[in-house]
T-cell receptor, first 111, second 115 residues
Framework: GQQVMQIPQYQHVQEGEDFTTYCNSS?????IQWYKQRPGGHPVFLIQ?????EVKKQKRLTFQFGEAKKNSSLHITATQTTDVGTYFC???????????FGTGTKLQVIP | ETGVTQSPTHLIKTRGQQVTLRCSSQ?????VSWYQQALGQGPQFIFQ???????GRGNFPPRFSGLQFPNYSSELNVNALELDDSALYLC??????????????FGPGTRLTVL
């Protein structure tokens, strides 16, 4: 079945440093979504990417969808303590009928 | 808050028992998905309901079943509970507009512990 891996599994950064997490799917995706889950909380939708090579920005967050639609990345510029949490990508091979979440990257920001 | 509510918040059961978890979707959302999230893992897709019909299922055995009601609220039923069923169970609702998949909103989850 489809597998979605993320690296790194954990990342500790000094506040103000940049952070990147990478997502790789074993199969081609129709769409990819990104979520953030704070400790003790539930996943919160950040963005959806649909087109090959698409790049979207949300303030300090930049999301990219690979040309082959099998990988994606999330880059955070100048991290803040409010960025702490686990970031998940979620691959949609052809719709919501079978969503596959990635393994997640846990971000810790040191003040 | 997302407007998606779940009950109960926490639940403790023993092996072999049955459990029903409930989810009330956000107003106007006709699609509900259920996920299982073990500690330190990503959410695993269990199934999805659209207009009271299951229209997508992950790799979960038949003892995981569900319902969606005319008001779009939903239930997740798990029979013959096993220790590995201990997890956070999340439901997520969205408006299925028929176009590209859109944003789904998660509830706070039900923490199930099986002893």
């Amino acid at each position: 079945g489809q597998q979605v891996m993320q690296i790194p599994q954990y990342q500790h950064v000094q506040e103000g440093e940049d952070f990147t997490t990478y997502c790789n799917s074993s199969t081609t995706l129709s769409n990819i979504q990104w979520y953030k889950q704070r400790p003790g909380g539930h996943p919160v939708f950040l963005i959806q990417l649909v087109k090959s090579g698409e790049v979207k920005k949300q303030k300090r967050l930049t999301f990219q969808f690979g040309e082959a639609k099998k990988n994606s990345s999330l880059h955070i510029t100048a991290t803040q303590t409010t960025d702490v949490g686990t970031y998940f990508c979620a691959g949609l091979p052809g719709g919501y009928q079978k969503v596959t979440f990635g393994t997640g990257t846990k971000l810790q920001v040191i003040p | 808050e997302t407007g998606v509510t779940q009950s109960p918040t926490h639940l403790i059961k023993t092996r072999g028992q049955q459990v029903t978890l409930r989810c009330s979707s956000q107003s106007g959302h006709n699609t509900v998905s259920w996920y299982q999230q073990a500690l330190g893992q990503g959410p695993q897709f269990i199934f999805q309901y659209y207009r009271e019909e299951e229209n997508g299922r992950g790799n979960f055995p038949p003892r995981f079943s569900g319902l969606q009601f005319p008001n779009y609220s939903s239930e997740l039923n798990v029979n013959a509970l096993e220790l590995d069923d201990s997890a956070l169970y999340l439901c997520a609702s969205r408006e299925n507009s028929g176009r590209a998949p859109n944003e789904q909103f998660f509830g706070p989850g039900t923490r199930l512990t099986v002893l």
